[in-house]
């Protein structure tokens, strides 16, 4: 794969890579490195990086998981470290949403719903294609993603408002 | 998987949540521009063709040179010949091979026949057998005396007739001595 094709997935996804790749485990950095060197060693490029890119990020983070043994404690402990999911430095002045209470609210979420959030809202894929990254279907994916979301709006306090046509 | 299929529409409050930065970690984002390029030019396979190729060749080149520096051994083969045994034939009596002698040098150990007084030793056929079959030296000489049974016994000389004697010494006065 072309350097500068790498350059730009690096740029478009590295930051919701790490986000989705903490859900499972506490080097998330190493296996965004990983998953990007196995991508730039393909001979052939995938069809759709990005959801090569969740989808390999995925299976590394779960055996390094399990490789550590404390998947399930890093789990348990996911709710202390929610404040360091997000920027805090981006999203206090648009005055909506906290990073550090939606850390907090997304770290809550059972692991399920929180992939399908994060992969939804910070990742940019589809339902399909987090269907096929899960290895679950695109209508348990929408679920999972619903429930999530509405867990989301009652502890962030957010209205119920109107909607706008999805940008990607 | 159709990528055609409409996604639903986003929420402001999902809006809000994108708006969310996540947080960058740890990246060395140079670093891994850096080994990411390295690893995809050491997985081409044109890369791999010539240091695989050296490889195997210095390889061979090694074996052959370990097979040059040992001695030559003396290559035993141990191979199993079946050896039928031949059928063992009675064994028939030999046979005398006839032995022919053919020499005149034997000639003067041939001891002429005396003369006998059988008329069938006198016959033209006995003495031409005779001549053909040992030679001149076959003729036999002329007895000197009547032999007696199987030996040898000088007989006292037959003296001609005298009619005969006579007219053989006329033959020979007229003619001359025998040649």
Redesign the interface.
Known sequence: MEPERIARLLDRHAAALALYARQFCDAPEDVVQEAFLRLSGLNRAPDDPASWLFRVARNLAIDAARAAGRRRRHESRAATLGDEWFDPAVGVGSGEVDPEEAGRALADLPVEQREVVVARIWGGLTFEQIAEVSGGSSSTAHRLYARGLETLRQRLGAPCRGTRRNPN | ???N?P?????????????????????D?DR??Y???R??V????RRRLWPALAASLAAVAAGQAIALSRPAEPNIVERVVVVREPTVQPERPEEPEPVVILSRRAEPEVRPLPLSEDPADFSYLQLNRRVARLGLAGLPEPSPGPSVGADFVLAPPVEPPPMLRHRLLNELANFGGPT
Do not use: I, V, W, Y
Request: hydrophobic share 35%; net charge neutral; glycine share 6%.
């Open positions: 998987m159709s990528r299929t996604e639903p529409e986003l929420t402001d409050f999902e809006r809000s949540l994108a708006a969310l930065a996540p947080s960058p970690g740890r990246f984002r891994l521009m080994e990411a390029g690893r995809s050491l997985n081409q396979p």
